[in-house]
C-alpha cells in the first residue's frame, strides 16, 4: 500500500515560487527546491513529476494570487477612472522595488528566460500576462479620455502599457537603478495623460 503524502501540497507550491522567484527557472536547482520546500528528492518527483511540471504549477499558482490580484485592481470600482488604477498599478509596483524587493514579476522573469524556447511555459505566461493587458484594456475603457478610443486603438495602447509594465518589473529584478525604474511609470503617466 502506498504511503500517504505527509506534505501539503499548496504550501509545497508556495515555497517553490518563491524558489523559482528568488532564482529564476534556470537558477533554481533542485538542492535550491528540496531545501526550499523541504521535501526529499522522492516526495518532489512523486507529486511532481519534474522541475518543468512544477514550475508550470508555479505559474498557474502566481496567476491566481498576483495576476488576478492585478486584474481585480484594474477592475476596481472605487477609483472611478481607468487610467488611476493603471497607474496605481505601476506606482504599486515601483513602491515594492523602493521597499527592497527586487524580485520582479515571475511571468516576466519566465518571459524572459524559459518561454523562450518552451512551448508550454510559453503559453503559461502568454495566459497570465494575457489577463493583465485585458485587465488594462478594461480600466482604458474606465478612462473618460481613454473610453472614447475605437477598440483598435485602446488595444494597442493596452499592448504599449503590458509591454511598459513588462519592462518595468523586467528591469527591477536587474537592479536597474530606481531612478530609471521611476521614469518608467513617469512614462506610463505621459502616455495616459
Known amino acids: 500500500m502506498a504511503r500517504p503524502r505527509s506534505f501539503d501540497i499548496d504550501d509545497a507550491l508556495e515555497k517553490a515560487m518563491h524558489v523559482f522567484w528568488e532564482h529564476g527557472y534556470e537558477g533554481a536547482s533542485l538542492p535550491d527546491l528540496?531545501?526550499?520546500?523541504?521535501?526529499?528528492r522522492g516526495s518532489l518527483y512523486k507529486a511532481f513529476t519534474d522541475k518543468k511540471t512544477l514550475f508550470?504549477?508555479?505559474l498557474q499558482r502566481y496567476e491566481r494570487q498576483a495576476v488576478q490580484a492585478g486584474v481585480a485592481m484594474?477592475?476596481?470600482?472605487?477609483?472611478p477612472n481607468g487610467a488611476e488604477r493603471i497607474m496605481a498599478m505601476?506606482?504599486?509596483s515601483y513602491q515594492n522595488v523602493v521597499n527592497g524587493d527586487a524580485r520582479g514579476?515571475?511571468?516576466?522573469?519566465?518571459?524572459?528566460?524559459?518561454?523562450?524556447?518552451d512551448d508550454d511555459v510559453a503559453k503559461a505566461v502568454s495566459e497570465g500576462l494575457g489577463a493583465?493587458?485585458?485587465g488594462i484594456?478594461?480600466?482604458?475603457?474606465?478612462?473618460?479620455?481613454?473610453?472614447?478610443?475605437?477598440?483598435?486603438?485602446?488595444?494597442?495602447l493596452a499592448d504599449m502599457i503590458i509591454a511598459q509594465y513588462v519592462g518595468l518589473r523586467t528591469m527591477a529584478r536587474a537592479r536597474i537603478d530606481h531612478d530609471t525604474l521611476h521614469n518608467i511609470v513617469r512614462s506610463v503617466g505621459v502616455m495616459l495623460a
Request: net charge negative.
Open 74 to 79: 484594474l477592475a476596481d470600482p472605487s477609483i
Open 34 to 40: 528540496l531545501d526550499g520546500m523541504g521535501l526529499t
Open 90 to 92: 505601476f506606482q504599486g
Open 56 to 58: 508550470l504549477q508555479v
Open 137 to 156: 484594456y478594461t480600466a482604458l475603457g474606465a478612462s473618460p479620455k481613454h473610453a472614447v478610443l475605437n477598440p483598435a486603438e485602446r488595444g494597442a
Open 105 to 117: 514579476c515571475l511571468l516576466c522573469t519566465a518571459a524572459a528566460g524559459p518561454s523562450s524556447y
Open 132 to 134: 493583465l493587458r485585458d
